[in-house]
């Protein structure tokens, strides 16, 4: 069964930095075939996609209003995804869900698997 738990989430100042996790296990192949992305929702918000990386060359793509600030990693052999985050600014603030399409693209749409998300607070 493939579960994917995110991790790293707290209360950050403004201009702070936080690194959120997310963990894959089950994956019946090789984890690093499939693409990750990290989506957030904040209160009375629509979800967004923030980031993603491939599966294979591991390309990544960012949402313009986190360029510059966010980075996404992956390190296949521990099957994490990792989202740092820097220079975070109160409208980061949301529930951040990492998610997995087997298909490898980042695409943000149709993804196969969830994570439960954690909660991202930027406030002074």
């Known amino acids: 069964q493939v579960q994917l738990v995110e991790s790293g989430g707290g209360l950050v100042q403004p201009g702070g930095s936080l690194r959120l996790s997310c963990t894959a296990s089950?994956?019946?192949?090789?984890?690093?075939?499939?693409?990750i992305a990290w989506f957030r929702q904040a209160p009375g918000k629509e979800r967004e996609g923030v980031s993603c990386?491939?599966?294979?060359?591991?390309?990544?793509y960012y949402a313009d209003s986190v360029k510059g600030r966010f980075a996404i990693s992956r390190d296949n052999a521990k099957k994490v995804v990792y989202l740092q985050m820097n220079s975070l600014k109160t409208e980061d603030t949301a529930v951040y869900y990492c998610?997995?399409?087997?298909?490898?693209?980042?695409?943000?749409?149709?993804?196969?698997?969830w994570g439960s998300g954690t909660l991202v607070t930027v406030s002074s």
């Open positions: 998610a997995a399409d087997m298909a490898g693209g980042c695409h943000y749409k149709a993804m196969d698997y």
């Open positions: 089950g994956f019946r192949f090789r984890s690093d075939r499939y693409a």
């Open positions: 990386i491939d599966g294979g060359i591991g390309r990544t």
